[in-house]
């Protein structure tokens, strides 16, 4: 988790506990479960506001996410977690595709180890990632919540009609 965590909350979700963590300017972590992060387990206004648009999120009343983010990773990482925010609500990408995104197409293996690591998953959409045969390969959160996560957008595309 990003060491410049200085506070951290759990949140009942849905999903169960999500846990948000702030470094009081930017949302550096979301973590599935409550476990413990570096800094002081407390709510502030910025991990309230997380939990707020993530419940929204899972409700099927938001889309994108409006919060300061600050993930930590090497310069790589960054630029996969990017790719990832540019993958459209409702859409999937194979790994290769984000691969090819970022300008490196035989990266296939690189991008899913940076996806792995995505400090911010569902606010970066990690699981919108999936094999290239459409399995629903890896997920920190587990293969049913990704299940759970995709649906929940497909459904909300059907029911606009998008």
Not at 60 to 68: I, S, V, Y
Not at 87 to 92: E, N, V
Not at 149 to 156: G, I, N, V
Request: charged share 20%.
């Amino acid at each position: 988790m990003a060491s410049k965590c200085l506070t951290y909350y759990p949140y009942q979700t849905p999903l169960g506990h999500l846990t948000v963590a702030s470094d009081g300017s930017a949302i550096t972590a979301i973590a599935f479960g409550s476990p413990p992060l570096p800094g002081e387990r407390r709510a502030t206004e910025l991990t309230n506001r997380a939990a707020n648009q993530l419940q929204e999120y899972l409700a099927g009343k938001r889309r994108a996410f409006d919060l300061p983010l600050a993930p930590e990773g090497t310069e790589f990482q960054k630029r996969v977690w990017a790719a990832l925010s540019d993958i459209p609500y409702g859409q999937t990408r194979s790994y290769s595709e984000v691969a090819a995104a970022i300008g490196n197409p035989k990266a296939c293996r690189a991008v899913g180890g940076a996806n792995n690591r995505n400090p911010l998953p569902i606010v970066v959409p990690c699981h919108r990632v999936i094999g290239a045969n459409g399995s629903l390969v890896g997920y920190a959160g587990g293969s049913k919540i990704k299940a759970y996560l995709l649906d929940l957008e497909s459904r909300a595309c059907e029911e606009d009609g998008d």
